[in-house]
């Protein structure tokens, strides 16, 4: 069974970092890139990051509203993605969800609250 | 930055057939995938590469994609049917998506 385990999400001040975590099981981790999707309270899905496999580098790549905060990175061995965020900004509070990424995001975890207020 | 657009909501009685479109400039040239987001649970992929089908996604299910305009269509919709839908495409290595579609059955 495909199973993708984001945590780390939480209350955070803004202007703080925190770093969210994807735990994947059940299919070949290092055959697909991972994105992070986040959806903001009562909003629509919003793109956020994705890394690409090793084969192809394991580049990145940002949505603009992002990009200079946050890091995407993966650690194939631990089947687990990151996702470093910076300077976090009231605008970042939304639900953010990990994705397994073949072209399509086929697999989808259940998501992890981040909060940023003061 | 490229747009996705979705009609904000469909409706169709039950046994229905609905169709949810979604406009982008030269769409016909991408390919388009389709997700499924009931309240409270995380999004599915309901229909990838234009008009493909994930194993376990019932047939009812199918998409197409020309022109400017991707569609998803449910066939013989059922009151589980009911959920927001979203399309998604790549532009220059970036994912985007459409702001979704909720789909009442009525």
């Known amino acids: 069974e495909v199973q993708l385990v984001e945590s780390g999400g939480g209350l955070v001040q803004p202007g703080r970092s925190l770093r969210l975590s994807c735990t994947a099981s059940g299919f070949n981790f290092g055959d697909y890139a991972m994105t992070w999707v986040r959806q903001a309270p009562g909003k629509g899905l919003e793109w956020v990051a994705y890394i690409r496999s090793k084969p192809y580098g394991a580049t990145t790549e940002y949505a603009a509203s992002v990009k200079g905060r946050f890091t995407v990175s993966r650690d194939d061995s631990k089947s687990i993605a990151y996702l470093q965020m910076n300077s976090l900004k009231t605008e970042d509070t939304a639900v953010y969800f990990c994705a397994g990424d073949s072209g399509s995001l086929d697999y989808w975890g259940q998501g992890t609250l981040v909060t940023v207020s003061s | ?106």
């Open chain 2, 1 to 106: 930055s490229y747009e996705l657009t979705q009609p904000p909501s469909v409706s169709v009685s039950p046994g229905q057939t609905a169709s949810i479109t979604c406009s982008g400039y030269k769409l016909g040239d991408k390919f388009v995938a389709w997700y499924q987001q009931r309240p409270g649970q995380s999004p599915v992929l309901v229909i990838y590469q234009d008009s493909k089908r994930p194993s376990g996604i019932p047939e009812r299910f199918s998409g197409s994609n020309s022109g400017n305009t991707a569609a998803l269509t449910v066939s013989g919709t059922q009151a589980v049917d009911e959920a927001d839908y979203y399309c998604q495409a790549w532009d220059s290595s970036h994912v985007v998506f459409g702001g979704g579609t909720k789909l009442t059955v009525l």
